[in-house]
């Protein structure tokens, strides 16, 4: 993961977990392109049953031909854009924050960020027979400094992402304690800055 | 009402550059937003193959047919004798 491509990047700063959606999601992309594949071959073998020769008139034919392309195109073009949201969506835990890249459709993106010290509470959740069996859910991240919560949504083990974002959050507000205690920037050089 | 055939191939050709344009922007993203790996890469290889095989497969589809002939819009209504017979009522 190239970090010089994320926002306020800092020195030091490394990609602890990268996370997209739990591959499920995409299996349902897949399963209702097939439904909507499906829907003109039962139509049309439905009307070959039912006796009637669509290709043989000039027009019905050519009108059936240009409904079938364009159909095909709508559908190849709703399932690329569907891929593309997949592929987009996606979660960086570093060793300083937590950045939510959220991409609705093609023209609406989201990217929002929390600092691991701004964390107050980290909850996962494990829903239905699939998530159970297949080990997806959500995990919701609430910060301090925020009223929207952060939600991983559908993502691969849950729990151990919470934890992973625990430790990394208790990790950093001790080291942020720390630094105050010992006083990086003493109140002598601040009042000197100003 | 008599109209050449071809007439019905203009929503075909609006949709077409509408998912031209759609694939352009997914590409599109796919370079600007995703992350710099071989799997985006081939995600993007597989976009416009996808696309060239539908469009090329439609295409070749729509080439089989006699454009360039006029058709009576009365041949779509279910009472033409023509049309009942071609749809086997």
């Known amino acids: 993961m190239p970090l010089h491509h994320l926002p306020n990047s800092q020195p030091g700063e490394e990609v602890v977990l990268f996370l997209r959606r739990h591959w499920i999601d995409l299996v349902k992309v897949f399963l209702f392109t097939s439904l909507l594949i499906l829907v003109p071959v039962f139509a049309l073998a439905a009307l070959l049953f039912g006796g009637v020769q669509v290709f043989e008139n000039p027009l019905s034919g050519g009108l059936a031909a240009v409904i079938l392309s364009t159909y095909a195109v709508i559908v190849l073009t709703l399932t690329i854009t569907e891929m593309t949201d997949y592929w987009l969506d996606s979660w960086i835990v570093t060793t300083e924050r937590v950045i939510d890249i959220e991409q609705l459709g093609l023209f609406n993106r989201t990217l929002s960020e929390v600092h691991l010290s701004q964390i107050q509470d980290i909850t996962s959740e494990t829903k239905g027979f699939l998530g159970t069996f297949l080990t997806f859910g959500n995990v919701h991240v609430q910060s301090a400094a925020e009223k929207k919560r952060f939600e991983f949504k559908n993502i691969d083990n849950p729990d151990k992402v919470k934890i992973t974002i625990s430790e990394l959050a208790n990790t950093c507000k001790v080291h942020h304690k720390h630094e105050r205690g010992t006083g990086a920037h003493p109140p002598d050089q601040i009042a000197s800055a100003k | ?89």
Request: proline residues 3%; contains cysteine; aromatic residues 20%.
């Open chain 2, 1 to 89: 009402m008599i109209f050449p055939l071809w007439y019905i191939l203009v929503p075909y050709a609006a949709i077409l550059l509408f998912g031209l344009l759609f694939l352009f922007f997914n590409v599109f993203h796919l370079l600007r937003y995703g992350i710099e790996n071989g799997k985006t890469t081939a995600l993007i290889a597989v976009y416009i193959c996808s696309f060239l095989l539908v469009v090329g497969g439609s295409l070749l589809f729509l080439t089989s047919f006699t454009w360039n002939q006029d058709v009576d819009m009365l041949e779509l209504l279910p009472f033409n004798s023509e049309n009942t017979k071609t749809f086997g009522v």
